[in-house]
């Protein structure tokens, strides 16, 4: 079992507002290495007046009675399908072997064209939703286009924009989701054992973007040494807002062969304090076929990552790779949501 390090996860800082060949290479370099990077929060990609706001309006929805939350449960009709509505307490298991852990969360998927049936009071709030949404998309395109510049894909087969053209709204519905996340205050004289708020997984998706609040730390990474290493909220006194932390997905190191790090995380804390997150998970179109980039980088990168990601697979009880045949990024994201919630593929 992977034991708890307080050592620093040492994540590179990364400002992505002049997308350079030279900020491409350290993107793919920390995406390569880590699976994180800190990206700095410029107003002009997302004003941090938009993510006080969001923050602010989980607080409220999350303070609800649980009755008047259920009305939009988890799946259900009311909250518009599968992936979408609220997570009661310990609703889900991100690490199977673990059970449910102790958080709720509320699932909204973007608009095609509106948004999905919300509860009060989110649906008070569906235009400064839908604004927050597309920032988070724009910011998630041009860190796919800069990965797409940095790996050198063939001009041809889309070049830079290969990965953001399969991820481009306009085209069709994708797994796309952005989640509000509340850690409700617990008792801590449960143990350590208590203070995994989180179970150890891995992200569905292409990239994530995390949003955290100062003084609530909990985010730990697993190093290549099977030991936990914190991820501060704010890594910098520089800076005046926290930095949005960014991670890879599963899918992008699909893509990739596993050059692309979809690293291993959870969120542990003890003291039985609240804490308040928010995820944007960006996903490729659903008929997106999981084969391998058209990139002269990847073709020299070869086999390097196959064992990592099959025992990827494997540890996520997701079988084998069915005889090298390309998954589409809707089937493994079916595959992902059986695992999470037992539900049927």
Known sequence: MPQPDQTDANIPMID????????????LDAASTHGFLFVQQHDFLLPSEQVESMFNLSAQFFAQPTAQKSTHAIHSEAA????????TMAGEALDPSHPGDPKEAFNISPPHPDLQPLPSPLSDSSTEIKKFLDSCHAICTRILTLLGTALGIEKKEGGEKWFADRHDESKGPSGTIFRMLFYPQTNAAHGAASSIRAGAHSDYGSITLLFRLPGQPGLEILKPDQTWAAVPVHPSSDLVTPPILVNIGD???FWTNGMLKSTVHRVT????EERYSMAYFCHPLDGARLEAVPSMVIEAFGNKGADELESQRERLGLGGSEGGEALTAKEHLDRRLKVTYGLKA
Request: proline share 7%; charged share 5%.
């Open 251 to 253: 899918l992008l190191s």
């Open 269 to 272: 804390f003890s003291g039985g």
């Open 16 to 27: 992505i507002s002049n997308p350079t060949p030279d900020v491409a290479q350290q993107v």
């Open 80 to 87: 518009g399908g599968i992936n979408r509505g609220w997570v």
